[in-house]
């Protein structure tokens, strides 16, 4: 049996990449979407002013050096656009009642609200690792679980934007996603 001609392949429209997208974005839209990830104008401005990024890593390398840069009025508007993790949707309600209550103690305590970056962390373990990160961190002195939860601030941002630039969505997918203000 003999077959017609054979059809040249095809061959999908490539589309631009999230980073050359990002990359490409007004100022405007680069530092609303960087907010998204950590709410600091500084920060955002920063990593917007020095764009182009030839990749992915040096875009999380310059978010990393920003983040690193914050002064402590920066970490304190940025806390105060976080909330806690959700927790599955199966979880206790005891669960939430101890978290509830850790939460309230710390943010009495330190002033701001608890963070911490669970992109490493299966969904059935994080009431646990919250929990516990709490109330080991509630024993710290002011100062040093300010620089702990600058720390935290800066994975969440680096994980936020890497979600984002790898088409996964907005930063506000992460599972730590930030909120407008508490």
């Keep these: 049996m003999t077959r017609g001609p054979t059809l040249p392949a095809h061959h999908p429209p490539q589309l631009p990449r999230p980073l050359d997208a990002f990359n490409a974005a007004c100022a405007t839209e680069a530092r609303a979407l960087l907010l998204r990830c950590l709410h600091s104008p500084r920060w955002s401005h920063r990593i917007a002013a020095h764009r182009p990024y030839p990749d992915l890593d040096a875009l999380l390398a310059a978010a990393d050096e920003a983040a690193y840069d914050l002064s402590p009025a920066d970490i304190s508007e940025a806390l105060s656009h976080e909330s806690l993790p959700q927790l599955p949707e199966d979880t206790y ?49 002011p100062d040093e679980e300010r620089a702990i939860a600058a720390d935290e601030l800066r994975r969440l941002a680096r994980g936020r934007l890497g979600i984002y630039l790898r088409g996964a969505g907005s930063c506000a997918t992460s599972p730590n996603a930030p909120t407008s203000g508490r």
């Design 93 to 141: 309600s005891a669960a939430h009642m101890a978290l509830d209550a850790a939460h309230a103690a710390y943010e009495a305590r330190f002033g701001h609200v608890f963070v911490i970056y669970l992109g490493d962390t299966a969904p059935s373990e994080t009431a646990d690792r919250i929990l516990e990160a709490i109330r080991s961190r509630s024993a710290n002195d």
